[in-house]
Every structure is written in structure tokens, then in C-alpha cells.
Nanobody
């Protein structure tokens, strides 16, 4: 059983930056594709970004392309989400997820393990 522990997040003004971290309890984490999702109040959880197991391939939702960057350090069992030029509409709880089970990295039902979530609030 892999546990994912998230850190980072908080309150930032529009145009600012934050970095989220997702640390795994098991080294098998390095074998998994990892995704980040966001869930705003009253909305469904939505795909933000994903990275392949070795970090060679990254994928982004159109809404964050050019502003967010996903990366991983498998030696540290950690995946990061660097968020730049944040906008008020980025305000949400962000979740990391690991081990794609459906073959669709953007599928919010397609991951086996989930982090606890971390709040990101962007003020205007």
C-alpha cells in the first residue's frame, strides 16, 4: 500500500507562485505514472497535469499549459507541481494521484492511490 503525503499550497496573490509536493512511502512509486487534480468548491475533480514513471513525458490541461510544470525526483520518491502566474480561478484543493489503472491519465477515477489534498487559494 502506497501512501502519498502532500505539502505546499497556501494563500497567494494573483500572479504569484506556489510549489506542491507529493511524497510517497514506497519506492515502487518510481514505477508509477502520477497525476495532479484540482477540485474547486461545487465542482468535480479535474485533471491538471501528469507525468510518466521516468519523467520523460508530461501532460497538461489546457488551462494550465505554460504556467504549471510537473516534475519528479524518483530518488526522493517525490513529484512536484510548480504553479506560476496563478489566477483566482486556480483556487481549489489539489490532489496528487499515483498508479494509473484505466490507461487514461486524465481520468479522475483512474488512479489507485491518492494524496490527502492541499488547499491553494489565489486572491485577486
Amino acid at each position: 500500500q502506497v501512501q502519498l503525503v502532500q505539502s505546499g499550497g497556501g494563500l497567494v496573490q494573483a500572479g504569484g507562485s506556489l510549489r506542491l509536493s507529493c511524497a510517497a512511502s514506497e519506492r515502487t512509486f518510481s514505477n508509477y505514472g502520477v497525476g495532479w487534480f484540482q477540485q474547486a468548491p461545487g465542482k468535480e475533480r479535474e485533471f491538471v497535469a501528469a507525468i510518466s514513471w521516468a519523467g520523460a513525458n508530461t501532460y497538461y490541461a489546457d488551462s494550465v499549459k505554460g504556467r504549471f510544470a510537473i516534475s519528479r525526483d524518483n530518488a526522493r520518491n517525490t513529484v512536484y507541481l510548480q504553479m506560476n502566474n496563478l489566477k483566482p480561478e486556480d483556487t481549489a484543493i489539489y490532489y496528487c494521484a499515483a498508479q494509473i489503472t484505466t490507461g487514461d491519465r486524465s481520468d479522475r477515477y483512474g488512479y489507485k492511490y491518492w494524496g490527502q489534498g492541499t488547499q491553494v487559494t489565489v486572491s485577486s
